[in-house]
């Protein structure tokens, strides 16, 4: 006990050293509304089915709907209880417990109710069947004498001394409740039973056997603590952790993995504010925009309702991700009056720039939970200027000046000599006189006549303005040589920006030369390319059925030849040994011979071996049998036959 003791405080200990995070008693998620509706129908389900253990836990958190539907599960109980597979103790208590959580008005058989008055006249197995059996008492409202009570204590007692699994420790945190102060010594196993959890990436902590062993630990290890007055089991890290667990298993698909989620949920949002960890959430998708920053979080408990009592002040400090620069400290985040899980805070007056955020929320300053946001900015086009000139020009281009979003009213002109240049700056709304870098920003070329376009990146200069130069000639092969009218447009987007766009800045009618022979076969054909059908290996091509027939009747023809000589010679079967041995053996190895001509004709390899294994035992002993005795024969024969030669001499 107390090597198990140094144990625990050992990984306490440890559980302690941890990221600030951990420390903060908060989690990431907690059950939403749709996963609430999921476990519903995941209930409602459970009603048409006929396993009693999911009928069971499917009452106790909804009612069928129709009384029709409530009337004929009361009637098909019993035929239920019949079918099921489960052990008796807990097929009565399941049944049991639907009849009364459904106000069943059909009764339950004399015999069967006997049976489980009659219980604990004797010793059980398991603190499983305990449990069941102290369960069922109870719902049928029967009260278990003192004397009863101590010997089940006496019995749960030897069962843990012999088979202290976490199966047998879970169930006896849950039945040690109802038992009395006789039982608190089950309380002082929760240690030994919370050491034994395993930790998953630091991050979760559960017990081997999953959802219903966790669950059945945590939520009688809390039930035993509080009836004993003992100490909290876990701590708050480790609540953390076994909150994270649990809503890492919110997607199961059975009535009772839902049932005791929810329940393993509720333990431990209810079990103390030194320990329960709640859950602070942003609200929305993390974008807020530069004109109305308002940052919104959830601050709800691991169900996803409002924290009881309500957190007094909810503060939080938001600096920059790039360089940790501190935007704002101490925001006051305010209640929704109309929802008490929402608290808001305007950014307004920090006046946010575009940039990626993490935002530090701490709610009586004892929850903290971190998360990033962004907020967007507004890219504006401070200036754009395209035109088209001489390659060979030594003198500067002319180019037009064009407002966003106009569009250049004349429409440009351009053949193979000469190239187009585009230039322009773009600034953020908020500061003009900067200019910005963005993720996307090209230059597309659309022919409506023919639907085909062609986009370009622009490139960024030592200006930071966003540059396109294409020598129109040496472009041609990218337009296919079709000669026509392209509109030009501008695309600038980004991820940071809440305003991208397309922008349509002109027309221009470019003009190719025809295209060479040589430039026509490297032109690319973009077109589906041909389906690619996937094909086993072609069988090898058979021989004609004469060949086959021709080798058949070769391979027949040593057994034609013997029954031909056998018609002529005749057979000499006197000296036959009828016995049995010689009976099967010929008979066994008849069935060799006529297994591989059906193996000719119809059966595979592993069908072939499968009927010869036996047949060639039988056989082999049979013609063991056989040859010993053909042996005896003639060695009685070789006295016999000495004995005679000597008389005559």
Not at 116 to 142: C, N
Not at 391 to 420: F, M, N, R, W
Not at 549 to 576: E, Y
Request: proline share 4%.
């Amino acid at each position: 006990m107390i090597s198990k003791s140094l144990l625990f405080l050992a990984v306490a200990f440890v559980l302690c050293v941890i990221p600030t995070s951990w420390a903060a008693r908060t989690v990431d998620s907690h059950l939403s509304s749709s996963d609430l509706q999921r476990f519903q129908n995941v209930f409602s389900a459970a009603f048409s089915s006929n396993d009693l253990q999911s009928i069971y836990y499917a009452t106790l958190n909804i009612e069928p709907t129709k009384s029709e539907e409530k009337k004929e599960l009361c009637q098909k109980l019993n035929k239920f209880y019949q079918e099921s597979k489960l052990n008796e103790f807990e097929k009565d208590f399941y049944l049991v417990g639907i009849t009364k959580n459904l106000k069943c008005t059909e009764k339950l058989p004399e015999q069967q109710l006997s049976k489980i008055y009659a219980a604990f006249k004797s010793p059980v197995s398991s603190a499983q069947e305990v449990f069941y059996r102290v369960a069922t008492h109870k719902y049928l409202g029967v009260e278990i004498d003192e004397t009863t009570k101590a010997k089940i204590v006496k019995n749960l007692q030897d069962i843990l001394k012999k088979d202290d699994t976490l199966t047998n420790l879970g169930y006896a945190f849950n039945v040690a409740t109802e038992l009395g102060p006789s039982a608190s010594f089950i309380a002082d196993r929760i240690e030994d039973a919370i050491v034994q959890a395993d930790e998953v990436d630091g991050k979760l902590l559960q017990f081997e056997g999953g959802l219903s062993i966790t669950s059945l630990i945590i939520n009688g290890a809390f039930k035993a603590s509080k009836t004993f007055g003992k100490s909290l089991p876990i701590d708050a890290t480790q609540a953390v952790k076994f909150a994270n667990y649990f809503l890492s298993r919110r997607s199961v698909q059975t009535a009772k993995g839902a049932h005791v989620l929810i329940e393993a949920l509720k333990t431990l949002s209810s079990a103390s504010s030194k320990v329960s960890p709640i859950c602070i959430q942003l609200i929305g998708n993390g974008q807020l925009v530069a004109e109305s920053p308002v940052l919104t979080v959830a601050v709800v408990d691991l169900l996803g309702k409002p924290l009881s009592p309500a957190p007094q002040n909810v503060v939080g400090k938001v600096f920059a991700k790039k360089d940790n620069s501190v935007l704002a400290d101490k925001i006051a985040f305010t209640s929704k009056s109309s929802d008490k899980t929402t608290y808001v805070a305007n950014l307004a007056t920090y006046k946010p720039s575009r940039a990626l955020y993490v935002a530090e929320i701490s709610a009586d300053s004892t929850y903290t939970q971190k998360f990033n946001f962004k907020v967007l900015g507004k890219v504006k086009v401070q200036q754009l200027e395209i035109g088209v000139g001489e390659l060979d020009a030594s003198s500067a281009i002319k180019k037009q000046p064009v407002s966003y979003p106009q569009k250049l009213k004349e429409q440009l002109s351009g053949d193979h000599t000469q190239k187009v240049l585009l230039k322009t700056t773009l600034v953020e709304e908020s500061q003009a006189t900067k200019p910005i870098t963005v993720h996307q920003a090209f230059v597309r070329f659309y022919n409506e006549k023919e639907d085909k376009e062609i986009i370009y990146i622009a490139e960024q200069d030592s200006s930071k303005a966003y540059k396109f130069d294409m020598d129109i000639g040496a472009r041609a092969g990218d337009f296919n040589y079709v000669s026509g009218v392209y509109q030009i447009y501008l695309i600038v987007g980004d991820a940071s920006i809440s305003n991208s766009f397309q922008w349509l800045v002109a027309d221009i009618e470019l003009k190719f030369p025809a295209a060479s022979k040589t430039e026509e076969r490297k032109q690319v054909v973009r077109a589906p390319l041909p389906e690619i059908e996937h094909q086993f290996r072609v069988p090898d091509k058979r021989p004609s059925r004469i060949v086959s027939d021709v080798f058949t009747g070769l391979c027949l023809t040593p057994l034609v030849l013997l029954l031909v000589f056998w018609s002529k010679l005749g057979i000499n079967i006197g000296n036959f040994n009828w016995q049995p041995s010689a009976i099967g053996f010929h008979l066994g190895f008849g069935g060799i011979l006529v297994l591989f001509a059906v193996f000719w004709f119809k059966l595979n390899m592993f069908q072939t071996l499968r009927c010869l294994i036996p047949i060639a035992i039988f056989t082999f002993l049979c013609g063991n049998r056989l040859l010993r005795r053909l042996y005896a024969q003639r060695m009685a024969k070789i006295p016999a036959s000495s004995s005679s030669v000597s008389a005559s001499s």
